[in-house]
């Protein structure tokens, strides 16, 4: 490039979206699920809830993890479709297992819950410990938080600490808030 910046175009999202539904259409899973979620935010086009849906079950059938995720949240919350927490936890799993990192965290909560599955605190706690090792903010704040009150786990202070910092470090304002509370 002999010194010279290539320019990066920019995009609007209705262009963006008109170039990933060419993909998408060509069964290309990353696309369709951008599409599925400019449906699912009305950006690039209008918002269609259902049409969201079809795009991510589409993703989600040509493998996408994030297609999956999506679709599961859809399932749980009764979005574009009746709500299904059995469904729904089936694809957090499908997703987990294949490395989805907020996959993980959801299947955990949902084994602790028993949302969608037969409550196991064991398995749900395998998720979120997986989860939390990996980053993800969310699980970290849940693994601390049991580890603050003996939920599930033999309580530990300075296990809670830990981990209740590294969701706080990665942006996690209840975190911030309970170490804050403990450490009057």
């Known amino acids: 490039m002999n010194g010279s910046v290539a320019k990066i175009r920019k995009w609007t999202w209705k262009e963006a979206f008109a170039d990933a539904l060419e993909g998408a259409e060509l069964g290309k899973a990353p696309y369709q699920n951008f599409v599925g979620y400019c449906y699912d935010v009305g950006r690039g086009v209008g918002k269609d809830i259902h049409l969201a849906a079809c795009w991510y079950e589409r993703a989600a059938r ?56 037969r409550r196991d605190i064991q398995e749900g706690f395998r998720w979120i410990r997986r989860a ?6 969310k699980a970290q704040y849940i693994l601390g938080r049991a580890y603050l009150d003996g939920d599930g786990v033999r309580k530990s202070e300075t296990h809670a600490i830990t981990w209740l910092t590294k969701a706080a470090k990665a942006g996690h304002a209840k975190a911030r808030r309970l170490l804050r509370s403990i450490q009057r």
């Open 132 to 137: 939390a090792r990996r980053g993800d903010d």
């Open 62 to 117: 040509n493998g996408s993890t994030d297609g999956m995720f999506n679709l599961a949240l859809m399932w749980e919350y009764g979005q574009g479709r009746q709500c299904n927490a059995r469904q729904a936890t089936q694809l957090y799993e499908k997703a987990a297992r294949r490395g989805h990192l907020q996959a993980q965290c959801n299947l955990g909560v949902n084994y602790l819950g028993g949302i969608g599955v």
